[in-house]
Structure formats: C-alpha cells, structure tokens
C-alpha cells in the first residue's frame, strides 16, 4: 500500500487498509497478516491505531532485521490456530 506524498493526510491509507479489510472478510477469510518496513513510522501507527497488533516474522521476512509484521482479525471471522490465512468454515 502506498499513498502518494501529495495525497498524505487525508486519510486515504486508513481508507485503503479498511477496504482490503472489508474485502478480505467479505471473502471469508478471518485473519489477515501483513509486513511493513521498521522505518515506514506511518504505516506502523496506522497499523496500530487500526487494530493492528504486532507478530513474529512470517514467511520470507523470518530473519528480516527491517521487517515489522501485524495481524488482525477480521470481523464476523472465527480465527483458526497457527494459520495464517484461514478461512471460515463454509457452514458456520
């Protein structure tokens, strides 16, 4: 995700990240993960400031010095353990 310098401050970052959120439950996925530079001291605050919580490096950015990764749980989603991209079961 990235906002271009003369759009910054209007809230369109915040917007963007609740769409993909949206999207993403909408399909039924009930956690989503993301990874973030430890220097992009924007994303990380609004990551937080959306519910964002802090995990452990996953995938390719296990290791990573520079890496910052989040989850979240998706509304209306059941998450299941240890996945990182669960989806609801299809009759619950």
């Not at 917007?15 to 992009?40: H, S, Y």
């Not at 519910?51 to 296990?62: A, K, M, V």
């Not at 996945?83 to 619950?92: C, D, F, L, T, V």
Request: hydrophobic content about 40%.
């Amino acid at each position: 995700m990235f906002v271009v310098p003369a759009m910054r401050g209007r809230g369109m970052g915040r917007r963007m990240l609740q769409f993909l959120e949206d999207q993403a439950a909408r399909r039924g996925f009930a956690r989503a993960v993301l990874e973030t530079g430890n220097k992009q001291t924007e994303a990380i605050a609004l990551y937080e400031s959306a519910g964002w919580h802090p995990i452990p490096p996953f995938g390719p950015y296990i290791g990573s010095p520079i890496s910052v990764c989040f989850a979240k749980r998706l509304a209306g989603n059941v998450i299941v353990p240890s996945a990182h991209y669960a989806r609801r079961e299809e009759n619950s």
